[in-house]
């Protein structure tokens, strides 16, 4: 008996799906709940374990392509008794079906059968459905991460041209940028060139939220410029603590408390408008989003509870998160339930800027460099350090004089970081 694998809805109201590479081919055998395909959502990429054991008789969707929700992807004959024999001939390693990159450790390949008078290498991938039997070395495909995939995809770069040296034999991006150095010519003659790229995936959301966000909430955005030099000096010397020793503490573990702080006494920044029902809904909880630039594209996955979090605690959750982000690995719900964001374009060396909000949110902080310059301090000019902090918000939700009071209340606790210890 056969039976069809639809592409499941993966949660958040996403209704389509990249289907970015095949982990199994026609003929191979594969067992209950063994990744067999790793897709790319708006919201993060997902390796879809199968429903069913047996042999694959069919591969309906081609690598690259956007599938819809309910769509036939891949038939499987039932092979149960088959698949148990397989399992007793040789040792395997249990496939651990979740969220996350691919190609990391060993392949997820089913068994495939060779033909007799060839012995098929049993790690090697394939085209979707060849129309002849190709060679092992036409099999053959290079293992990479979708993130990795996905920027050599914008490069226009063959995976299989590349020389891998990720610690399994994958491909890295820093693989793809030695490999783009040694092709780029050394003297080229100017010419106009235009590269297209498909708008889908996290671009794809990102640019229908952003749209969504800018012509449905009116957006004001105020600035405040502040000497937190104090701030500075209060993080060297945590740093130097035993507490810690071990962790990474940044300005933005404090702008973000102190973010969180200031919320106490201004609840209505963290709070959304619900159209439908005509109300405004006032969260009593904080999932604190920060912006994160990724190698698909701008993310925002946010620390669930935030407001009860410590210092410690808080940096330790934005340090898991950015490095989560940057590997790719964020889940659906990493990104679901925010409430209220900061985006930190001081790592650019930008100043400031003008955030758009994020969908459902009512404010949105920008924080940007802080700089050594000089400023008026005790009655006299000195070299502080200095940054600009600038704050969006939604004027449906948040009256101007409510935006200042907040933008200001967060400027006095790093101004002067010991308000932590009197508001906290």
Same mark, same amino acid.
């Given at each position: 008996?056969?039976?069809?694998?639809?592409?499941?809805?993966?949660?958040?109201?996403?209704?389509?799906?990249?289907?970015?590479?095949?982990?199994?081919?026609?003929? *191979? =055998?594969?067992?209950?709940?063994?990744?067999? @395909?790793?897709?790319?959502? !708006?919201?993060?990429?997902?390796? /879809?374990? +199968? &429903?069913?054991?047996?042999?694959?008789?069919?591969?309906?969707?081609?690598?690259?392509?956007?599938?819809?929700?309910?769509?036939?992807?891949?038939?499987?004959?039932?092979?149960?008794?088959?698949?148990?024999?397989?399992?007793?001939?040789?040792?395997?390693?249990?496939?651990?079906?979740?969220?996350?990159?691919?190609?990391?450790?060993?392949?997820?390949?089913?068994?495939?059968?060779?033909?007799?008078?060839?012995?098929?290498?049993? *790690? =090697?991938?394939?085209?979707?459905?060849?129309? @002849?039997?190709?060679?092992? !070395?036409?099999?053959?495909?290079? /293992?990479? +991460? &979708?993130?990795?995939?996905?920027?050599?995809?914008?490069?226009?770069?063959?995976?299989?041209?590349?020389?891998?040296?990720?610690?399994?034999?994958?491909?890295?991006?820093?693989?793809?940028?030695?490999?783009?150095?040694?092709?780029?010519?050394?003297?080229?003659?100017?010419?106009?060139?235009?590269?297209?790229?498909?708008?889908?995936?996290?671009?794809?959301?990102?640019?229908?939220?952003?749209?969504?966000?800018?012509?449905?909430?009116?957006?004001?955005?105020?600035?405040?410029?502040?000497?937190?030099?104090?701030?500075?000096?209060?993080?060297?010397? /945590?740093?130097?603590?035993?507490?810690?020793?071990?962790?990474?503490?940044?300005?933005?573990?404090?702008?973000?408390?102190?973010?969180?702080?200031?919320?106490?006494?201004?609840?209505?920044?963290?709070?959304?408008?619900?159209?439908?029902?005509?109300?405004?809904?006032?969260?009593?909880?904080?999932?604190?989003?920060?912006?994160?630039?990724?190698?698909?594209?701008?993310?925002?996955?946010?620390?669930?509870?935030?407001?009860?979090?410590?210092?410690?605690?808080?940096?330790?959750?934005?340090?898991?998160?950015?490095?989560?982000?940057?590997?790719?690995?964020?889940?659906?719900?990493?990104?679901?339930?925010?409430?209220?964001?900061?985006?930190?374009?001081?790592?650019?060396?930008?100043?400031?800027?003008?955030?758009?909000?994020?969908?459902?949110?009512?404010?949105?902080?920008?924080?940007?460099?802080?700089?050594?310059?000089?400023?008026?301090?005790?009655?006299?000019?000195?070299?502080?350090?200095?940054?600009?902090?600038?704050?969006?918000?939604?004027?449906?939700?948040?009256?101007?004089?409510?935006?200042?009071?907040?933008?200001?209340?967060?400027?006095?606790?790093?101004?002067?970081?010991?308000?932590?210890?009197?508001?906290?």
């Amino acid at each position: 008996m056969t039976k069809s694998f639809l592409l499941p809805d993966l949660g958040e109201g996403l209704t389509e799906a990249e289907l970015v590479t095949w982990l199994v081919e026609v003929g *191979d =055998t594969i067992e209950l709940n063994q990744v067999i @395909a790793e897709v790319e959502t !708006a919201k993060a990429s997902v390796e /879809l374990p +199968s &429903p069913y054991a047996g042999t694959v008789t069919a591969l309906h969707a081609q690598e690259g392509t956007t599938v819809q929700v309910g769509t036939a992807i891949i038939d499987i004959a039932d092979g149960s008794a088959a698949v148990e024999e397989a399992a007793k001939k040789e040792e395997r390693v249990p496939v651990l079906v979740g969220y996350g990159v691919a190609g990391e450790g060993q392949s997820k390949r089913g068994h495939r059968k060779a033909p007799a008078d060839t012995a098929a290498p049993a *790690d =090697t991938a394939a085209a979707p459905i060849p129309a @002849a039997a190709p060679t092992p !070395a036409e099999t053959a495909k290079p /293992l990479a +991460s &979708p993130p990795v995939r996905f920027v050599a995809r914008q490069e226009g770069i063959d995976l299989a041209e590349v020389p891998a040296t990720g610690a399994h034999g994958e491909v890295t991006r820093t693989d793809i940028e030695a490999y783009r150095t040694r092709q780029e010519p050394v003297a080229a003659t100017p010419t106009k060139q235009e590269t297209r790229t498909p708008i889908k995936g996290v671009r794809k959301h990102t640019a229908a939220a952003m749209v969504s966000s800018a012509f449905t909430a009116p957006h004001v955005t105020e600035f405040l410029t502040v000497d937190v030099t104090p701030t500075v000096e209060v993080l060297d010397k /945590l740093r130097g603590t035993a507490h810690f020793r071990d962790i990474r503490l940044t300005p933005l573990a404090l702008v973000a408390k102190a973010l969180l702080v200031a919320l106490r006494s201004n609840p209505s920044l963290n709070s959304a408008w619900d159209e439908a029902n005509q109300e405004i809904v006032t969260k009593g909880y904080v999932n604190l989003g920060i912006a994160a630039a990724t190698p698909r594209g701008l993310m925002v996955p946010n620390i669930k509870d935030a407001h009860t979090l410590g210092l410690k605690d808080l940096a330790q959750a934005l340090n898991g998160l950015t490095a989560t982000a940057k590997e790719g690995k964020t889940g659906p719900s990493d990104l679901a339930d925010g409430t209220i964001t900061i985006t930190n374009v001081g790592v650019f060396g930008v100043d400031s800027g003008t955030p758009i909000l994020n969908p459902g949110e009512a404010a949105i902080l920008c924080f940007g460099a802080i700089r050594r310059q000089p400023w008026e301090f005790d009655g006299e000019i000195a070299l502080r350090s200095v940054t600009t902090l600038s704050l969006s918000f939604d004027h449906r939700l948040v009256d101007g004089a409510q935006g200042s009071r907040f933008l200001a209340d967060i400027g006095s606790i790093l101004a002067d970081p010991l308000n932590l210890v009197a508001l906290a």
